[in-house]
């Protein structure tokens, strides 16, 4: 499936103009809209004057704004023009150093009269600094350069399919992160793939919700509504207050998001039903992130209207497959199929493997990049194909199945999870809004696996009770040890979760304080992982697991129960419950079953004849 690809987005952004120039290219809360003529000006405006200081399609221009309109026409000025490297405005000034250093920036621009972290690097690394101005009266978008040159007539000369337009780093967890150049071609390529796979037409309004530093926000929810001549409604970054007020006020047919966005709209969705009847949107995307199934299901009914699920990364320009809207098929928990690039799936060895075998995803197309600009290109690319480290597999259909992240894949004592597994289970409680598991790190099984959820507003339950929950879905090794309840899960500037990391960002959580038995049950219990696991000073909210347990261990510690207690609790009950306090709770309700059951046992006897209990003694000896 593909439309046909421009050449570059200069000439997108010239046609649009040509054919349409009085429609709505923006618009944006409190502000005039910008018609396509009006936004061609701006990119020629700002091309004469880049020219005249000097600076060509080869130079390249850091962009710190904050969301909003100036942000859409300033990379679209700039990537137009010379090379555009969008930076997080949130950025501390040790990050600005970096970034700036290592994309080997020529020039910063930024908002007039902010000093910021991003004007302090820039000072310090001897880097030009641009100053940008808004008049908040005019057209949204519309900003003119502080100091504008003598000689506006002089401009550059038009760059080509093969230009670079925008530099990115890939978001680094463990390993100094990658510099990805885009061409022109890559991302005209990606956002005709994204306007052919939606049936994009410029009836359409796609309210932007992603910064536009990330590729999610640049390609699909700027890119692409241009090239199909819609509109963009330009919002500061998602606000859970003010989304539903954009809806009204706007109409939106469309919004694309990380699924943390999504489910954000889930948790308040609720209390603004009046308001999402009275939506226009043809359908919702999803993408960057696994969506989990129930999440996909709660935001149809809440929209009425199809949710698809895509498949991106940086360097393939963003888009690399998408279920296809009604009335073809949409696959629940699939990324759909393979939109514009080639996609296959390899084994570890460079072999291209059949449907429904699982390996590595691999791509390779017009969209995806021709490599890192810091690594050598032999370490990402095996015969031409671009390793993107995620698993996954192809159905019997062609719909891609993505099972995780290479890295990710977390290996409790030899048993290999897929934690993507683990949050789905997770999400099925009614009362957990997001959810998200995770390895940390265990002296003897290597890794343990943990989570950390969100629950829905008004809603309760205990870490304990969604440990319970999670027995009936998984297998017992698949079960957390520890499932944190929070506020918030902590997230990264384009509001995706990064599973690498998050046992260092909850450390202080994971911590538990020291508190003392109360109960001959736990007394008893903490002697027992006392001597099991040669640990001194073992409170009743301690973690069978995290001091150090295993399984055989943990069998030790149940066969230890059974024969002080007289029991016959199974060996899994340590894994359901692992604290002092949650074992002890579950010893003291089998013993009171086991009580009654005795008691039933005794009362019954009792009623027995003499004849009757003479027989039951004779059939109870063994001949």
């Given at each position: 499936?593909?439309?046909?690809?421009?050449?570059?987005?200069?000439?997108?952004?010239?046609?649009?103009?040509?054919?349409?120039?009085?429609?709505?290219?923006?618009?944006?809360?409190?502000?005039?809209?910008?018609?396509?003529?009006?936004?061609?000006?701006?990119?020629?405006?700002?091309?004469?004057?880049?020219?005249?200081?000097?600076?060509?399609?080869?130079?390249?221009?850091?962009?710190?704004?904050?969301?909003?309109?100036?942000m859409v026409t300033c990379c679209l000025s700039i990537a137009s023009n010379a090379v555009c490297a969008p930076l997080n405005p949130d950025y501390k000034k040790k990050e600005f150093l970096f970034y700036l250093d290592d994309l080997r920036v020529d020039a910063l621009i930024i908002f007039e009269d902010t000093e910021n972290p991003a004007r302090e690097a820039a000072r310090e690394l001897g880097l030009r600094v641009i100053d940008i101005s808004v008049d908040t009266r005019s057209p949204?978008?519309?900003?003119?350069?502080?100091?504008?040159?003598?000689?506006?007539?002089?401009?550059?000369?038009?760059?080509?399919?093969?230009?670079?337009?925008?530099?990115?780093?890939?978001?680094?967890?463990?390993?100094?992160?990658?510099?990805?150049?885009?061409?022109?071609?890559?991302?005209?390529?990606?956002?005709?793939?994204?306007?052919?796979?939606?049936?994009?037409?410029p009836r359409d309004r796609c309210l932007s919700v992603m910064p536009l530093f990330h590729i999610h926000g640049f390609v699909a929810a700027m890119l692409s509504p241009l090239l199909s001549g819609g509109s963009i409604i330009c919002s500061p970054g998602y606000d859970s207050e003010r989304f539903f007020q954009w809806v009204e006020e706007f109409q939106p047919t469309w919004y694309t998001a990380v699924p943390t966005i999504h489910q954000s709209v889930l948790q308040i969705g609720a209390q603004y039903r009046k308001l999402s009847s009275k939506h226009n949107f043809r359908f919702i995307r999803s993408s960057s992130s696994a969506l989990p199934p129930t999440s996909l299901i709660e935001l149809e009914e809440l929209f009425s209207a199809p949710v698809v699920e895509a498949y991106g990364m940086t360097e393939g320009s963003h888009q690399i497959a998408c279920n296809p809207l009604p009335p073809k098929q949409r696959k629940p928990g699939s990324v759909g199929l393979p939109i514009g690039p080639e996609v296959?799936?390899?084994?570890?060895?460079?072999?291209?493997?059949?449907?429904?075998?699982?390996?590595?995803?691999?791509?390779?197309?017009?969209?995806?990049?021709?490599?890192?600009?810091n690594q050598p290109e032999a370490a990402a690319f095996t015969s031409g194909w671009l390793r993107t480290g995620d698993q996954g597999r192809f159905d019997g259909d062609g719909y891609l199945f993505l099972t995780g992240r290479l890295k990710e894949i977390i290996n409790r004592g030899g048993e290999k999870i897929s934690p993507r597994e683990v949050d789905e289970a997770l999400l099925e409680h009614p009362s957990v809004a997001q959810a998200v598991a995770f390895a940390i790190p265990h002296p003897l099984l290597g890794e343990d696996l943990?989570?950390?959820?969100?629950?829905?507003?008004?809603?309760?339950?205990?870490?304990?009770?969604?440990?319970?929950?999670?027995?009936?879905?998984?297998?017992?090794?698949?079960?957390?040890?520890?499932?944190?309840?929070?506020?918030?899960?902590?997230?990264?500037?384009?509001?995706?979760?990064?599973?690498?990391?998050?046992?260092?960002?909850?450390?202080?959580?994971?911590?538990?304080?020291y508190v003392a038995p109360k109960t001959e049950t736990?007394?008893?219990?903490?002697?027992?992982?006392?001597?099991?696991?040669?640990?001194?000073?073992?409170?009743?909210?301690?973690?069978?697991?995290?001091?150090?347990?295993?399984?055989?261990?943990?069998?030790?510690?149940?066969?230890?129960?059974?024969?002080?207690?007289?029991?016959?609790?199974?060996?899994?009950?340590?894994?359901q419950h692992p604290t002092v306090q949650e074992l002890a709770g579950h010893v003291e309700a089998t013993q009171a079953i086991r009580d009654e059951e005795l008691e039933q046992l005794a009362m019954e006897i009792e009623n027995l004849s003499d004849e009757e209990v003479a027989r039951l003694l004779e059939a109870s000896v063994e001949p």
């Open positions: 499936m593909g439309t046909q690809t421009h050449s570059s987005i200069n000439f997108i952004l010239l046609e649009k103009a040509k054919q349409q120039p009085d429609s709505v290219a923006l618009f944006a809360p409190g502000r005039l809209s910008l018609d396509y003529a009006t936004l061609y000006r701006q990119v020629e405006y700002c091309n004469r004057q880049l020219a005249a200081m000097g600076l060509t399609s080869q130079s390249r221009i850091a962009v710190v704004l904050p969301n909003g309109p100036e949204a978008g519309s900003f003119r350069f502080t100091r504008e040159n003598s000689a506006p007539d002089n401009k550059s000369g038009p760059v080509s399919g093969a230009d670079i337009a925008l530099v990115l780093h890939t978001s680094g967890t463990t390993s100094r992160p990658k510099i990805v150049p885009l061409t022109h071609e890559n991302l005209c390529a990606s956002a005709a793939n994204i306007v052919a796979t939606l049936h994009l037409s296959s799936i390899m084994d570890a060895n460079g072999t291209l493997l059949d449907a429904e075998i699982e390996g590595e995803v691999v791509i390779r197309g017009r969209n995806i990049t021709s490599g890192y600009e943990n989570a950390a959820v969100v629950l829905y507003r008004g809603k309760d339950t205990t870490s304990s009770q969604l440990r319970e929950f999670a027995f009936q879905n998984l297998a017992a090794f698949k079960v957390p040890s520890e499932i944190l309840i929070l506020d918030t899960l902590p997230k990264n500037a384009t509001g995706k979760i990064q599973r690498l990391g998050l046992a260092e960002k909850l450390a202080s959580q994971l911590e538990g304080r736990e007394q008893l219990l903490v002697n027992i992982f006392s001597t099991v696991l040669e640990h001194d000073q073992i409170g009743i909210h301690d973690n069978f697991f995290f001091l150090g347990g295993d399984s055989l261990r943990g069998t030790s510690v149940i066969v230890k129960i059974n024969a002080e207690l007289d029991l016959e609790l199974p060996s899994p009950s340590l894994f």
